[in-house]
C-alpha cells in the first residue's frame, strides 16, 4: 500500500501534467513575471480575507481557490523563463504564509463581530495559524540541519483545498476544526520524523 508521501506526490504530478504547465505556459505568453504573479496571489488573497471577514464564504472560497493558483504557478514561470532566483523563493515562500494567514485572519474577524460570533471560531483560527506556521517551520528548521523535513499532512496544498471545499460550501467552522486540530499534529509528526532523521546520522 503507497504511503503519504508517494499519493502526495502522485497526485502533484498529474496537476502539474495537466494544469500547471498549460497554465504556466498562458501566463508566459502574457507576459507575466514570477514576481507579479505571487504579488497577484497575495492581492487576491486579501480581497478573499476581506469577503469571507463580511460572510461571504462562497465568493472568499472562489477568491481562495483562485488566488492559490497564482501561487502554484510562479515557480514554474521562474522555471519557465529561466529567472529562478533565492530572492524568488524567498518572497514565493513568505507570500504563501501570509496569504494563508490573511485568509484565517479573515475568519477570526468574522467569528469575533460578525453574524455567528464564536470564541471557539477566534480560538480555532488563532491556533490554525499558529499550527500552519509551525508546520512550514518545522521542514525549513529541519533542511537547514540536512534533512528532508516533508513528512505529515496537511501541508499547503491540503490546506488550500480544504479551506476552498468548506467556504464554497458555507461550513467555515469545518475547515477550521480540521486545521485547528491538524495542522499542530502535522507539525508534531514532521517534528518527531526529522528527529528521527537527526538521531540517525
Not at 525549513?140 to 496537511?154: I, Q, S, W
Not at 469545518?174 to 507539525?187: E, F, H, K, N, R
Amino acid at each position: 500500500m503507497p504511503d503519504l508521501q508517494t499519493v502526495r506526490y502522485a497526485v502533484r504530478g498529474s496537476i502539474s501534467k495537466w494544469f500547471e504547465r498549460p497554465a504556466v505556459s498562458l501566463l508566459v505568453a502574457l507576459k507575466f513575471t514570477p514576481s507579479a504573479a505571487t504579488f497577484v496571489g497575495l492581492f487576491i488573497a486579501g480581497i478573499a480575507a476581506y469577503f469571507v471577514s463580511e460572510g461571504e464564504f462562497l465568493l472568499g472560497g472562489v477568491l481562495v481557490l483562485v488566488g492559490s493558483v497564482f501561487d502554484l504557478l510562479d515557480g514554474g514561470i521562474a522555471r519557465s523563463t529561466g529567472r529562478v532566483s533565492k530572492r524568488g523563493a524567498l518572497m514565493d515562500s513568505v507570500f504563501d504564509r501570509v496569504a494563508e494567514v490573511v485568509v484565517l485572519l479573515g475568519l477570526a474577524i468574522y467569528y469575533l463581530s460578525g453574524a455567528e460570533e464564536s470564541d471557539t471560531g477566534v480560538v480555532l483560527a488563532f491556533v490554525a495559524v499558529a499550527g500552519s506556521l509551525m508546520v512550514s517551520y518545522v521542514r525549513a528548521r529541519a533542511e537547514g540541519l540536512g534533512v528532508k523535513g516533508t513528512a505529515g499532512f496537511l501541508t499547503r496544498p491540503e490546506r488550500v483545498v480544504i479551506m476552498v471545499v468548506a467556504l464554497v460550501a458555507g461550513y467555515p467552522m469545518v475547515a477550521l476544526w480540521i486545521l485547528g486540530v491538524g495542522t499542530p499534529l502535522s507539525a508534531a509528526w514532521r517534528f518527531i520524523d526529522a528527529w528521527r532523521a537527526i538521531g540517525s546520522e
